[in-house]
């Protein structure tokens, strides 16, 4: 069997090599590589991921419900006044051009004082928790466990907040049985623990019990007290 570095060398190899090279145009090698390339490339495609925009309903449908009236409202006042100005101005042969464009200008206004007036109402009420957690997030990053409190009435993001609590409380009470499993186990080594290693492995179990029952049997509450 011939060798493949051999075979450039052989006559009938020529022969198909030229007969290859007429047959094929000059720069169709690269193309027909990039093709083939492009074809598998083809042939991989990533999954199509479906965006799901309504996420939770009763929140999101709220506030589009009251952005869609707050715009079809101020377009149905406008919609009123200019057609008493139109009215008006025909019954008395006047142009009512620049009475409407000053309606107009009025009316931009207005809507804009109304969405921001809607913007502050709404920002209020979603920032307040989120700022609130955020202060308990902090607290528990600092090893402490915040006292949980309810959010104002009128407040957003109720049911994040409240699986936010049951989380915090159930974090909680794992780690005040890990203190408890920690003073069982600290009770039975201290009559035992004689040798400088143990002695030194039970002062660490201490300083970790002593650790966890700070943090469980003294929540942080002082911080949020300006939290209204």
């Known amino acids: 069997m011939r060798s493949p570095l051999r075979l450039r060398g052989c006559p009938v190899f020529r022969v ?40 939770d309903r009763p929140f999101q449908l709220k506030y589009i419900l009251l952005l869609a009236g707050i715009g079809a409202g101020g377009i149905l006042v406008f919609g009123l006044l200019a057609h008493r100005v139109h009215v008006s101005s025909t019954a008395l042969g006047l142009d009512g051009g620049q009475t409407l464009l000053w ?67 159930r974090i909680r009470e794992r780690e005040a049985d890990e203190a408890y499993a920690l003073e069982t186990v600290l009770e039975a080594l201290r009559p035992v623990a004689t040798t400088p290693e143990a002695l030194e492995a039970l002062g660490t179990l201490s300083a970790l019990h002593t650790r966890k029952r700070q943090a469980v049997d003294t929540p942080t509450g002082s911080t949020f007290k300006s939290v209204a």
């Open 16 to 55: 198909n090599l030229a007969r290859g090279r007429k047959q094929t145009a000059p720069g169709t090698w690269g193309t027909l590589v990039n093709d083939m390339s492009d074809g598998n490339q083809k042939t991989v495609r990533p999954s199509h991921v479906r965006r799901t925009y309504i996420l």
């Open 103 to 169: 309606l107009t200008a009025v009316g931009a206004l207005g809507t804009a004082v109304a969405m921001g007036l809607f913007g502050l109402v709404f920002t209020h009420r979603v920032a307040g928790p989120v700022h609130v957690m955020s202060l308990y997030v902090a607290a528990l990053a600092a090893g402490r466990y915040p006292r949980m409190r309810p959010l104002r009435r009128g407040d957003e993001l109720k049911q994040f907040f409240d699986r936010f609590t049951e989380a915090v409380t």
